[in-house]
């Protein structure tokens, strides 16, 4: 009874040094600025302003669907009835935490679009702004992956009988 209690107490640990450490990365990356960026300019043309536009559009949508994900996680799991073994757990951890990575990074395009449009930079094709996109939605899709996994697994388990 004692080892499963440390046990529980070890990985409950385990849990808050990741989401220390996953803190302290994000800190330590938002802290980055970049200088490769197209010149200053005194007006945006009308293609730069649309692609902002659509930029901040996309990464919009897919905080959304990240944010749907999530819910739809916790619809799937809190219908459960209590009591019974919760199979493949791994699969509703890892879909959470790659929705939560995929927002964090839709915050990341986010306050990016918000400094190329402060030092009047538009190039939503540079990689300042392009890899966090990428990552948005590589790991939304991840999300989406282990999610189907879970639901496919879990549905019709635990209902009431």
């Not at 010149?39 to 659509?54: C, E, G, R």
């Not at 990016?112 to 030092?119: E, F, K, S, V």
């Not at 948005?136 to 282990?146: K, T, V």
Request: glycine share 12%; proline share 2%; charged share 10%.
């Amino acid at each position: 009874m004692q080892l499963q209690t440390a046990d529980r107490k070890h990985s409950r640990m385990g849990i808050y040094v990741l989401v220390g450490a996953v803190a302290l990365g994000a800190c330590l990356f938002q802290g980055r600025s970049g200088s490769f960026f197209a010149p200053q300019l005194d007006k945006p043309t009308p293609w730069q302003q649309m692609s902002v536009t659509v930029a901040s559009d996309t990464t919009g949508l897919l905080t959304t669907l990240g944010t749907g994900l999530l819910g739809a996680l916790g619809l799937l799991m809190g219908g459960r009835a209590g009591g019974g073994k919760v199979r493949h757990l791994w699969a509703a951890f890892a879909c959470a935490a790659s929705a939560g990575v995929s927002l964090f990074y839709g915050y990341v395009v986010h306050l990016h679009l918000l400094w190329m449009i402060a030092h009047q930079t538009l190039d939503t094709t540079s990689a300042f702004f392009v890899t966090p996109s990428h990552y948005q939605f590589y790991s939304l899709l991840a999300a989406g992956l282990f999610f189907a996994h879970y639901a496919a697994q879990n549905m019709g388990e635990g209902t009431t009988t």
